[in-house]
């Protein structure tokens, strides 16, 4: 379905509004940037990518990961409306090619900025200053967390983490994933995933249907 821009700048003007930036940074970030829709399960940024601009989430969420030489997939933090990535503004300021893979988790709507901005707008306007900063320690918290959860958590916390975080990013108690897309994730196998999930259902925090799970 083809979306206007019309409509995706007004979307993004309100998100912008939003994160409390200056009516002339808006213009501007209106003005440079341009948008790009992803169907759920579509690839934003691949491992390699080289990373020249800056994507801010304007709907949907992303999904962003590590992911090995034997191609296993480690869950790092999700990006929701509002958001951006702390690791592409990295890869840009030192001309770095990506080193994770970003995936849109349901239909997503992004608006991109060129690097070459950034720079000028965190020394004009203290909104984006704050943004930016913001988003670097937000990040961290996450990534923090995912390094707690391997480290010191059992693989059932980790699972019961990653739903709650699941429902925390997408709004939603119904979480659309199969065992398999969760073992990946959580960079372990979907027999362990199955057996784990049976446990959380029969402790009464969730209940399972087909490619389907309901955080209660």
Request: some cysteine; overall charge negative; glycine content about 6%.
């Amino acid at each position: 379905m083809e979306i206007k821009e019309s409509s995706v700048k007004e979307k993004v003007r309100n998100t912008m509004n939003n994160l409390h930036f200056e009516d002339r940074l808006i213009e501007e970030i209106l003005t440079v940037g341009r948008f790009r829709s992803y169907e759920a399960g579509r690839t934003v940024i691949s491992p390699g990518d080289p990373v020249k601009e800056i994507p801010m989430v304007i709907e949907g969420t992303l999904n962003v990961m590590r992911i090995d030489d034997q191609g296993n997939e480690l869950f790092l933090y999700f990006l929701e409306g509002g958001d951006t990535c702390a690791m592409s503004i990295t890869c840009c300021l030192e001309h770095k090619r990506s080193g994770f893979q970003v995936v849109a988790e349901e239909d997503s709507l992004v608006w991109f900025v060129p690097v070459t901005l950034l720079d000028q707008w965190v020394c004009t306007y203290a909104s984006f200053r704050k943004f930016v900063f913001g988003s670097y320690q937000q990040r961290f918290d996450e990534m923090m967390d995912s390094i707690d959860n391997i480290a010191f958590k059992h693989m059932d916390e980790r699972l019961y983490s990653y739903l709650l975080d699941k429902k925390q990013s997408s709004g939603s108690y119904t979480i659309h994933k199969t065992h398999e897309e969760i073992a990946r994730a959580l960079n372990t196998s979907r027999v362990v995933i199955s057996r784990l999930l049976k446990k959380l259902e029969q402790e009464g925090k969730i209940e399972q249907q087909r490619n389907r799970i309901e955080i209660l």
